[in-house]
């Protein structure tokens, strides 16, 4: 596993096109443990409301294929999707990472206290 920030993760996506997704694409998502919470409680909720609310929809997501079944791993961006399926739009900008970038694990959210 390599653990990189979400600086180095725009890197690694720098010069690779975004392109429309609908967002039925990250259904499964919606059933998955986000953020790192096991069970949310409205002291772990409401931050992440707010940052879904103040996501600035003009930049894409950035995500990765899992290797096993091929679908979409959100490496930067799960507020920024939270707020698409919220408002219920139909598609959302995104750069997908080559196959080789499966491993990295995000670290170090400026969400982090």
């Known amino acids: 596993m390599r653990h ?4 180095e993760v725009w890197k690694l996506a ?15 998502l919606l059933d998955q ?9 409205l002291g772990n909720f409401i931050p992440h409301l707010k940052r879904s609310i103040d996501a600035e929809l003009s930049y894409p997501i950035i995500v990765v294929r899992h290797r096993i079944d091929n679908e979409y791993f959100v490496l930067d961006g799960m507020h ?5 399926l919220a408002y219920g739009l139909k598609y959302i900008s995104v750069i997908e990472l080559p196959e080789d970038c499966n491993d990295i694990v995000v670290v170090g959210d400026q969400y982090e206290t």
């Open 4 to 7: 990189l920030s979400v600086e």
């Open 14 to 28: 720098e010069g690779i096109h975004s392109r429309m997704v609908d967002t039925s694409e990250f259904a499964l």
């Open 33 to 41: 443990s986000v953020w790192g919470e096991q069970a949310f409680s």
């Open 80 to 84: 920024r999707l939270a707020k698409h």
